[in-house]
């Protein structure tokens, strides 16, 4: 069986001080199974700055001896629909392998949504989106507390959003 071609859009931090490790940890096991193939690495802000997960993705890999490519994303969420490093790498990789990726969206959904924007045919050349969000210790981010939370995470009240949801949903309702 091929392994799975996994591109992760990250804002990890792992090794800064108070912030979680999870996305570095996913990098690390990512890079570690024989089951996926890391494409490569677009980061997005969120636990961290932009600038210092894109420093701290190249620590990771470092770490490991590891040269996935790693691209900068958008630096806050007012730089959705702004053409970026990650977005550019997003719609070349996709386009130019459709229904091979699977695209692990595991920070804020800036650089996807840019993607899906600037390339109708992106959700749909996806082999999949696997989407990470929420929390098991704040109801209201929670899953598992009710749909209203995978809206919020899902969407706000920006248009962009509302359109990335509809997508990435294709109109079915996600069952919690």
Partial sequence: MEPKRVIVDTDPAIGVRFRDLDDGLAILMLLSSPETTLEGITVNFGNVGASKGFQVAHEVL?????????????????????????????????????????????????????????????????????????????????????QQCVFEIMITRNEWQSQLYSIVTKGHDFPI
């Fill in 62 to 146: 470092q770490l490991v001896g590891s040269n996935v490519p790693v691209y900068q994303g958008a630096a806050s969420r007012h730089d959705c629909g702004n053409i970026n490093p990650a977005v550019d790498y997003l719609i070349e990789t996709v386009r130019a392998n459709p229904g091979e990726i699977t695209l692990l969206a595991i920070a804020p959904l800036t650089n996807v949504a840019t993607a899906m924007m600037f390339d109708p045919d992106f959700a749909d050349n996806l082999k999949e989106l696997v989407i990470m969000g929420g929390t098991f210790n704040f109801p209201f981010f929670s899953f598992f507390f009710s």
